[in-house]
């Protein structure tokens, strides 16, 4: 079953998050991770909610998913991103 990695976040270093957008690619490929949403503004349509940027990674399975937040050589990445932005990360299972 698909797994899909959802963030919504709000940068507020550019400069330095670039780094993070030109080196993650890479690791999302290594866990056969594919991009179905990348940075894109919202419409909301419903609720409260108002996230200013969203991604959407699509993965073969919640394995693929979990080895990729868990890639060790991935962590820095992942830490100037938690740095330079404000963002919030979900997993959730596609349908079959």
Same mark, same amino acid.
């Given at each position: 079953?698909?797994? @899909? *990695?959802?963030?919504? %976040?709000?940068?507020?270093? =550019?400069? +330095?998050?670039?780094? @993070? =957008?030109?080196?993650? /690619? ?7 991770? !594919? @991009? =179905?949403? #990348?940075?894109?503004? &919202? ?7 108002? /996230?200013? !940027? ?5 993965? &073969?399975? !919640? ?5 990729? %937040?868990?890639? /060790?050589?991935?962590?820095? #990445?992942?830490? %100037? !991103?938690?740095? +330079? +932005?404000?963002?919030? *990360?979900? *997993?959730?299972?596609?349908? *079959?």
């Amino acid at each position: 079953m698909k797994a @899909y *990695l959802i963030l919504d %976040l709000t940068i507020h270093d =550019i400069e +330095t998050f670039m780094e @993070y =957008i030109k080196s993650i /690619p890479e690791f999302i490929k290594k866990h056969a991770g !594919r @991009y =179905i949403v #990348l940075g894109e503004e &919202p419409t909301v349509m419903e609720g409260d909610w108002n /996230p200013e !940027r969203m991604v959407v990674i699509e993965f &073969p399975s !919640r394995e693929n998913a979990n080895d990729f %937040l868990q890639d /060790p050589e991935a962590q820095s #990445l992942f830490e %100037l !991103r938690k740095n +330079t +932005t404000t963002s919030k *990360l979900i *997993l959730v299972d596609g349908c *079959l």
